[in-house]
């Protein structure tokens, strides 16, 4: 037990800031379509502007998954789980978090293969006109999955606390009438952990 919350710590905290960086890729992804419009309209066109666009929101996505799965906040079917009790959810979510499992393994899994070609080949290049390498997204790729193998590992860890012990360990948990919700303490002391 005290392996698994200190399991949850290290990778909560990492997902955490690392999601909470990865907020302002949006603004990175914003100056470089300004700076393509503004190119385009001074009759100069950049040729790097929409693949950089598609990496940096590649890396924005990939990088911000394990901090959408740590907050809940990525997109369920609701039409039972919402009528679920908080035991109930705990249990539904321990036994599916292996389907994710198995499918964040594959896509690493290609992944790992994908980035060793890459490599092999005295580094890919993109198709396109400017020819960037391909190996930094791949890499960025694989990074991304295995920190949502991680966050869906401590997700199951959690889930487990709380089916053992009856404490929360998310505010989707809830609390008994006679317990305090420590969830968002506990994200807290993640957060401050690193």
Known sequence: MKAMRRFITVVDAFNYRLGRLMMFGIFVLMGVLLWSTFSKAAGSPSLWTLEMAQFIMVGYYILGGPY???????VRMDLFYGDFSPR????????????????????????IESTIYAFQ??????????????????????????LMLLQSLSELFKDIIFLKTGKPM????????DQKNTASADQKDAADAL
């Open 170 to 177: 998310r505010p989707d948990q809830g609390a008994g009438p």
């Open 121 to 146: 080949y005295g580094g890919e290049r993109s198709s396109s006109v400017w020819r960037p390498y391909i190996w930094p997204i791949k890499v960025i790729m694989c990074t991304g999955i295995t």
């Open 68 to 74: 959408a799965i740590q907050m809940g906040s990525n």
């Open 88 to 111: 109930r959810k705990a249990w539904f979510d321990a036994i599916t978090v292996f389907f994710l499992l198995a499918y964040l393994g594959v896509l690493l899994w290609g992944g």
